[in-house]
């Protein structure tokens, strides 16, 4: 499933390796994140404010969305994954009946 991350952006779930608070008081250990990775690979959405930072298998996405709300929306995808697959098995119904 997908999670939309702000503006435009869109990722598949399993790609998602950290959903980070960015805390602009504390700066440190996120730009010293962001130095480890090539600046291509970063990706800043919209001009708002960041309020998170989603790492995934092959970029970061400095995302105005809180990282709270990004949790849920990950959450909520997950949980509509397995109620989807367990919902397809409880009610597969002959329809001639």
Do not use: W
Not at 8 to 33: F, G, R
Not at 41 to 60: F, P, R, Y
């Amino acid at each position: 499933m997908f999670i939309h991350l702000g503006g435009d952006e869109v990722i598949l779930s399993k790609d998602v390796v950290a959903i980070l608070n960015y805390d602009s008081n504390d700066e440190t250990t996120t730009e010293q994140l962001l130095s480890s990775y090539n600046q291509k690979n970063v990706v800043e959405i919209g001009e708002d404010v960041t309020k998170s930072v989603v790492v995934t298998v092959d970029k970061i996405y400095l995302s105005p969305i809180s990282s709270l709300t990004l949790k849920r929306r990950a959450q909520a995808v997950e949980g509509f994954d397995d109620y989807s697959e367990d919902a397809l098995e409880e009610d597969d119904v002959d329809m001639d009946s």
